[in-house]
């Protein structure tokens, strides 16, 4: 972590649908009558690179101020984590990869449940619907380290969590934030929470606006967004071992995209949860865990209410397209205790259903009327999955963990006829099909700390087999492997097998770790967008990489953090580079701290990418060719106002340079930008944020 600041004392005001605010006010005033009991200090610190902080395990407070300017979405929270990097289109809403890998290879989760897109070019990726300030909690697992959280994580396991409330006796709690910034940028938040001994009523909510940003050019580049996220909880506490907590949840919202052909004018969410837990059941049996979870996504792209119709393009007149995707989801989960081992047994399983809809220019306004324009269900997933992970302390300082899972997933395909972007249309030789398979996965790792310092040496290997996605079965358009009928009939599911190794330093002072892996991954689903139509197909891959990090008090006042992350692919059965791999990167910080205020800077180092395979990628994104290095100075400062209020604020991109993400969609032409061309990132942008805790 680099430090830098910030406290204060100021009013909150938070604009929120009128039933949000109702509870606001509500829980301010409780919380005010019991002020003096909930006040607590925060830590003063910007976060500009978090570290790791066990083996291939990172923990962060995702409401801590960060730098970049702090985060709309989850991808672009994960951005400051080694290793992570994004698909941007400019704006919000970008699309998280670890490591080179992406998509469902990347588990993301929110209190337990997965809430999954609709687009099918995830222009509504599921990190798009996540608000990292309303969780208090996000964990990542790096790799096929872990089985107990769902299928195919051969990336890794991101999860945001919200943790249960526990009020010893009636009381109240608030966090509330204010963001402005360069751009129109203006973001509110609120969580707050009312309770006793017996059970609580928890209120989280944010608002993020922004508008188009300019480049280091001064050039516009179409970016603006606007969305909402509200979620209420209420949990039942009978005693200290016991929760039963039910949750529901909404949220909309707006993107403008530079490098897409249709902005998104609906990102409606609808969730709900219900969660059981019991603990210290007795000498073995130690804790169950249950959770049922519904996510609703309906998401609405079109080309006329955020940009004016490109004449010149394929889409010359107003269109508009409508999807959604309903989740139902479920985990039930024990932990075993012994002397020297914990054990962890479960089973969940997941129903995922799609539809889509589309209208053309004749239906500018009410497009979404679905006696004209029904629903049409193109896919239908399940998954099923029963799972085993044990941690064995085989001597005072050596651990074994290891873990197994068994999958059965199918597909049912419900398209009947395909239909192109200049009206023709053919029949689907997979209608009504289904296709199933059964995918074992597991990991086996040991950790040795040494004698007499305090460091942690470990290596591990997984082997991970994942069922291809909704957008590598179902997206429009593509086609499969040469003798297939299509995608959903010719693409193998993912088996990928990889190895870890690392070691973690930590004392006062210094904070140091290191990790490697490399892998093989049979049969990686690879998309080709040379030719007239994209084509999914399966190759052989490997890839391999690292990232270490070390933070260091080098004197009472000061502290320096550093971080690096490389990440290397190979197409094997074509002999070529692995598309969309992120180039090397560094970030350097420094801060300064005092009594209630700090400052610091930060100064993020990326090369140039020259390994690329162009026209091939994912369904979001595709080399396009080499990319040139980039370096960014930063600088923040913070400072406590008082007890319950700090003040946070900064300047990224500090000389105004212009520069792009090797990572990127191309310019969209009805924005007047080169298909061929990368979208800039912000210009010079300036913000400052208030935090108000008691």
Not at 137 to 150: A, D, E, F, R
Not at 328 to 353: F, K, Y
Not at 567 to 581: C, E, I, R, T, V
Request: aromatic letters at 10%.
């Amino acid at each position: 972590m680099s430090a830098s600041f910030v406290p204060g004392a100021a009013s909150v005001r938070v604009r929120f649908p009128l039933s949000a605010l109702a509870i606001a006010c509500g829980l301010c005033s409780i919380a005010a009558a019991h002020a003096e009991e909930a006040v607590h200090e925060l830590p003063p610190s910007v976060i500009t690179a978090i570290q790791q902080s066990s083996p291939l395990t990172v923990v962060a407070d995702p409401k801590d101020p960060r730098q970049p300017v702090p985060a709309s979405d989850a991808a672009d929270y994960l951005k400051t984590i080694p290793g992570f990097s994004a698909i941007r289109s400019g704006g919000s809403n970008s699309d998280p990869v670890l490591r080179g890998l992406f998509g469902s290879r990347l588990l993301l989760l929110t209190d337990g449940g997965q809430m999954i897109g609709a687009c099918p070019g995830r222009m509504d990726a599921p990190s798009s619907y996540i608000a990292p300030e309303t969780f208090d909690l996000l964990t990542v697992t790096k790799g096929p380290q872990t089985v107990i959280w769902g299928p195919g994580a051969s990336a890794g396991v991101v999860r945001f969590d919200r943790e249960p409330e526990r009020f010893g006796e009636l009381g109240a709690r608030l966090h509330a934030s204010v963001l402005a910034g360069s751009n129109g940028r203006f973001d509110q938040a609120l969580d707050g929470a009312v309770g006793g001994a017996q059970g609580y009523l928890r209120f989280t909510g944010n608002r993020s606006h922004s508008d188009d940003y300019d480049n280091g050019n001064g050039d516009t580049v179409p970016s603006r967004w606007d969305k909402w996220n509200g979620d209420v909880a209420l949990g039942w506490t009978p005693d200290d071992d016991s929760l039963i907590e039910l949750t529901a949840g909404r949220g909309d919202g707006e993107a403008r995209y530079a490098g897409r052909g249709m902005d998104g004018t609906q990102f409606k969410r609808e969730s709900l949860g219900l969660r059981i837990e019991r603990s210290n059941l007795g000498d073995v049996l130690d804790k169950v865990e249950a959770k049922v979870y519904y996510n609703y996504a309906d998401h609405i792209m079109d080309n006329f209410r955020l940009r004016v119709p490109d004449p010149s393009s394929m889409m010359a007149m107003p269109m508009a397209s409508q999807v959604d995707r309903r989740t139902l989801g479920a985990r039930l989960a024990a932990t075993w205790r012994w002397d020297e081992l914990e054990l962890i047994t479960g089973v969940d399983a997941q129903r995922s259903e799609h539809r889509a809809r589309r209208s053309s220019y004749s239906m500018m306004s009410g497009y979404t009327d679905a006696d004209r324009y029904p629903w049409n269900k193109d896919a239908l997933m399940h998954n099923y999955g029963v799972f085993a992970e044990a941690t064995w302390s085989l001597a005072e300082r050596d651990r074994l963990i290891s873990g197994a899972r068994l999958d059965r997933a199918s597909a049912k395909d419900f398209r009947q006829r395909f239909s192109s972007m200049m009206g023709m249309s053919t029949a689907n030789p997979t209608a009504g099909e289904t296709r199933a398979d059964t995918l074992p996965s597991g990991f086996v790792r040991y950790e040795h700390d040494l004698a007499g310092s305090p460091t942690t040496v470990y290596a591990g290997i997984g082997h991970v087999q994942r069922f291809p996605d909704y957008w590598e079965l179902f997206s429009a358009g593509l086609n499969g492997p040469a003798g297939a009928d299509n995608a959903f009939d010719g693409i193998k599911p993912e088996k990928t097998t990889q190895l870890d190794v690392g070691i973690q330093y930590q004392s006062d002072a210094l904070q140091a770790w290191a990790s490697a892996y490399a892998g093989q991954v049979r049969d990686y689903i690879l998309f080709d967008y040379r030719g007239m139509n994209t084509r999914a197909d399966n190759v052989d891959a490997r890839i391999m990489g690292g990232e270490l990090g070390v933070a260091y008090s080098f004197a009472s006042n000061w502290k320096a953090d550093a971080t690096l992350a490389y990440a290397w692919g190979k197409n094997s059965s074509d002999d070529k580079a692995l598309p969309q791999m992120p180039p090397l990167e560094a970030r350097l910080g420094l801060s300064y701290q005092r009594d209630d205020w700090s400052v610091g800077a930060l100064w993020r180092v990326v090369d140039g990418q020259g390994r690329i395979a162009e026209g091939r990628g994912n369904v979001v994104g595709q080399d396009l060719d080499e990319s040139a290095g980039f370096g960014v100075f930063s600088l923040n400062g913070a400072y406590r106002l008082t007890s319950e209020v700090k003040l946070s604020a900064g300047v990224d991109n500090l000389f105004d340079k212009r520069y792009a993400e090797h990572l990127n969609l191309a310019g969209n032409a009805g924005f007047g930008f080169p298909g061929d061309t990368r979208i800039d990132e912000p210009g010079r942008t300036f913000w400052a944020k208030v935090d108000y805790d008691f």
